[in-house]
């Protein structure tokens, strides 16, 4: 189909004026990725798909949704209540909100696992370290967009959460206040906060598209990596990536789709997890929910925040756990990129997987003692893994890599 | 398995499996294009109730249904009777030119004449046919009481300050006008002797 469109007069009188078919050719037909990628390369493409998706139905939402924290006729507010007609009045309102509520921790279901499968295959490595160092931007611009949309039902949990958050910035020294006050516009949150946090919703994307756009150019100059994580120098070990990984991202794109509108149309809660139950009441500033915790996506680094009994110390601790993955490619310099071949490597971030999950249990969990005792174990190898990284290879016997596929 | 049977084989499923992604992302086009329409509420809010004794005589009162003007005149003896006589300056008297200038209550011969159920309570659209303007109140005949802003003959009724279109006192559109149309007439009906439901 591709080729037939490439042949018409159209595409030959734009062919002249863009030189279209020349960028069709080095980035897909002629494209030469890796012919040995398995199921975890999907997730870049679905990455870029939910993106799509969350911009899309975010503008239709935005046609509704009305940032104010005026009182309402109802005595709720302009805000908590243009959500509510989303959902009960405007036409298929409630389908276009649930997905982007969904697309939200669909976005960083698919991350996470994209991240993951960076990790384990060691795709931070050379020469991919700035490739590595845009997607952790990405990941911070996604984090700040999560949390800006949150605020906006405008419900306990929205209200809540934004005052913890932008008292974190609080904590820090001298500038501290006045950051806070820089974030909120006011003493508390409250209108103004809204306000800016849906202008910021709404810019935030946009930077996002940007730098996906940078992040993938950078991938198609360096090339992908693969499960061997070796460089590849022969043409038969590559294939052209349309049609042969178009059609394998489309096959992807079904299946995400299948898990994606089970939760759309039956489940669009997700038992708590992709919508908090507390954020349908209205926010309330003179009464805190009993039990407050942040989105899934969110909670790892929650946990490590309250692992620390001092509040400078934690904010700086989480701060960290996300600065420090900036350093990753630095840290490891095991010659050996895939975890098929670097056997300690490979048990420690298998360990390190889990770890981030417990740290997301912990962090979802009301803080018990024992919880508490298990988030610092966790927040402990959590740091511990990238600095073992710097000593893994002066002992680690690494398994011969292969020399081609 | 053949070349060839292959071929067709892929061909199919290329073809069935492209086929079907189509419709589905063309189905996904319909919530969004359905999210921009009016929602429920502003559906809802599509009947307006409005207790026509609070107009007096003579008096023209100007509300609001589906968010768009709508004038309720209370019509005197005096102003009844300008309804007559001007039938040659109309270009649709009987308000037959399109669907939107009759209803299904203009039943008889005076309800198409007076355009309305009541002979003295006009309820009528406020919006000029010509570009959207709400034309001017100007109820009685002659020039005594607007000058040469009107022609010589002017049998009393509305007039348009944006480009210039005359209506009659039942809302008829005048000959020279630039709006094609009557006002358009309502939906309405009264629910009570002195209360009106439109839409």
Known sequence: ?405 | MTEKANESRRNFLYLAAGGLGGVAAAATIVPFIGSMLPAADTLAASKTEYDVTTVAAGQLVVILWQGKPVFITNRTPELLKEVDGHDDMLKDKDSKAIPEVSQPWMNDPDRVKYRSIKPEYLVVSAICTHLGCIPGYKPTAGRKDWGDSVPADWPGGWHCPCHGSKYDISGRVINGSPAPFNLHALPYKYTSDTTVLIG
């Open chain 1, 1 to 405: 189909m591709l080729n037939s469109m490439m042949k018409t007069k159209i595409f030959a009188w734009v062919d002249r004026r863009t030189d279209a078919g020349a960028i069709i050719k080095s980035q897909l037909t002629e494209y030469p990725a890796p012919k040995n990628l398995n199921y975890m390369w999907n997730f870049g493409s679905l990455a870029l798909l939910v993106l799509v998706l969350q911009i899309l139905t975010g503008v239709f939402l935005a046609m509704y949704y009305k940032p104010s924290a005026a009182v309402s006729y109802g005595q709720y507010t302009v805000a908590f209540d243009s959500v509510e007609r989303i959902m009960r009045d405007v036409n298929f309102g409630w389908l276009i909100r649930y997905m982007h509520a969904v697309g939200a921790s669909a976005f960083f279901v698919v991350v996470y696992m994209h991240i993951g499968r960076g990790l384990y295959y060691g795709s931070y490595k050379e020469p991919r370290e700035l490739l590595w160092i845009i997607g952790v931007v990405i990941l911070l611009i996604m984090q700040g967009a999560a949390f800006f949309g949150y605020l906006l039902p405008w419900g306990q949990m929205s209200f809540w959460g934004a005052t913890v958050i932008t008292n974190l910035f609080g904590a820090l020294p001298v500038i501290g206040e006045y950051l806070q006050q820089l974030l909120r516009g006011g003493f508390a949150v409250g209108d103004p906060t809204l306000n800016r946090f849906f202008s910021l919703h709404y810019l935030f994307p946009l930077l996002l598209a940007a730098i996906v756009g940078g992040h993938i150019h950078a991938l198609h100059v360096v090339h992908s990596n693969n499960p061997e994580g070796i460089d590849l120098t022969k043409e038969e070990e590559k294939i052209m990536f349309h049609p042969y990984y178009t059609v394998k991202d489309a096959f992807g794109v079904g299946v995400f789709l299948l898990f994606y509108c089970y939760f759309v149309f039956f489940n669009p809660h997700a038992w708590g997890y992709f919508i908090e139950v507390d954020n349908y009441v209205p926010a309330n500033a003179l009464s805190t929910p009993p039990h407050i915790a942040p989105v899934w996506y969110l909670t790892p680094w929650y946990t490590i925040l309250r692992s620390f009994p001092d509040k400078l110390v934690g904010v700086l601790a989480m701060g960290g756990s996300l600065a420090i993955l900036f350093a990753l490619p630095f840290l490891d310099r095991s010659k050996v990129r895939s975890a098929r071949y670097r056997p300690v490597f490979k048990q420690m971030v298998i360990l390190f997987f889990i770890d981030v999950i417990v740290l997301g249990y912990c962090g979802h969990e009301p803080p018990t003692p024992v919880l508490k005792l298990v988030g610092q174990v966790a927040t402990a190898y959590y740091f511990a893994f990238f600095f073992l990284l710097l000593i893994v290879p002066k002992f680690e016997k690494t398994k011969p890599v292969p020399e081609g596929i």
